[in-house]
């Protein structure tokens, strides 16, 4: 079963240096993901003087700044956070689409791993599920993903 050439990540942050990304749009939910993130990196061995978080106005403000912080190559990752919360018009889903097809973007441009931690939830209800109680952590799983995913390119 295990014969097979494998590579696989450790989720050891130890060393890293990490950017964090996290909109003020929604912030009472986004805190929360800020919030798990940090508390989960740190319990993997991640300093807080390696942690550098940017607050921007909203979702569709991501990919500029992920740009920025993965063009400056000193960070081995970034974390992006947020909530997009649909409303009455079809604002909810230009902001979602560009947001996230420009942080996909950025990743493959910059080769450099993005951590999407953007909920996109149809009402409050689903985002407070998503930011700690419920339905997990959205904050904590994408700070999971980012990890893995710079040890394994560390590899390839
Ligand atoms: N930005 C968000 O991060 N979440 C939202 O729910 C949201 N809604 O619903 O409008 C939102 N809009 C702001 C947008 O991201 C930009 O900051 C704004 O359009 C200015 O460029």
Known sequence: MHSINTVAGQ???????VAIVA??????IVDRLIGGALDYLERHGLQKQDVTLVRIPGAFEMP???QK???ARKYDGILA?????RGGTPHFDYVCAEASK???HVMLAYD?????GLLTCDNIEQAIERAGSKAGNKGVEAAAAM??????????
């Open 81 to 85: 956070l947020g909530a997009v919360i």
């Open 102 to 104: 420009g942080i996909a």
């Open 69 to 71: 912080l993965a063009a």
């Open 112 to 116: 450099t791993p993005i951590g999407f």
């Open 23 to 28: 909109s003020r749009f929604n912030d009472f």
């Open 64 to 66: 500029l700044v992920c």
């Open 11 to 17: 989720l050891d942050a130890k060393g890293l240096k």
């Open 147 to 156: 990890l893995e995913t710079i040890r394994v390119c560390e590899q390839l």
